[in-house]
């Protein structure tokens, strides 16, 4: 009896573990490709998640250029202004004081030297001296 009994222990446990095995590989032939498309999955939403991220970032670099453009477009309107105004000052200043303008040419002539000033006749034309160099170099 000890015979019969040992023989069924053995066949049951290799139809047991027959059973298990084909269930471990059924199991395998199954999870495997649910697998492969829970892994796509994740691996698609970090792919979608980076390129939100990207663009975000994109986003905000362009909002920072056009802050910085409408700043610096601002700027240069103020500076704009401020030379205008102080050619409207010096304009006024100028015109209501032809003496000053007057002194200002001859200090102006003092700190020249050695230089050929071409002053301008009343056809606001330079009269030319082209010969004036040449006599001085065969001097």
Same mark, same amino acid.
């Given at each position: @009896? &000890?015979?019969?009994?040992?023989?069924?222990?053995?066949?049951?446990?290799?139809?047991?573990?027959?059973?298990?095995?084909?269930?471990?590989?059924?199991?395998? @032939?199954?999870?495997?490709?649910?697998?492969?498309?829970?892994?796509?999955?994740?691996?698609?939403?970090?792919?979608?998640?980076?390129?939100?991220?990207?663009?975000?970032?994109?986003?905000?670099?362009?909002?920072?250029? @056009?802050? &910085?453009?409408?700043?610096?477009?601002?700027?240069?309107? @103020?500076?704009?202004?401020?030379?205008?105004?102080?050619?409207?000052?010096?304009?006024? &200043?100028?015109?209501?004081?032809?003496?000053?303008?007057?002194?200002?040419?001859?200090?102006?002539?003092?700190?020249?030297?050695?230089?050929?000033?071409?002053?301008?006749?009343?056809?606001?034309?330079?009269?030319?001296?082209?010969?004036?160099?040449?006599?001085?170099?065969?001097?």
């Amino acid at each position: @009896m &000890s015979n019969t009994n040992n023989t069924t222990g053995i066949i049951l446990g290799t139809l047991l573990g027959t059973v298990v095995l084909c269930a471990v590989i059924a199991g395998g @032939m199954w999870g495997c490709p649910q697998y492969n498309v829970y892994s796509q999955k994740l691996q698609g939403q970090a792919i979608l998640a980076h390129a939100q991220s990207s663009r975000e970032v994109a986003v905000a670099e362009a909002r920072a250029k @056009m802050e &910085s453009a409408a700043l610096l477009a601002e700027a240069d309107t @103020m500076r704009a202004h401020g030379v205008a105004r102080s050619n409207e000052i010096i304009g006024k &200043s100028l015109k209501d004081n032809p003496d000053y303008l007057k002194w200002l040419w001859v200090s102006e002539l003092e700190k020249t030297q050695n230089q050929i000033i071409y002053v301008p006749t009343e056809t606001n034309l330079p009269i030319l001296e082209a010969t004036r160099s040449v006599k001085q170099n065969l001097k």
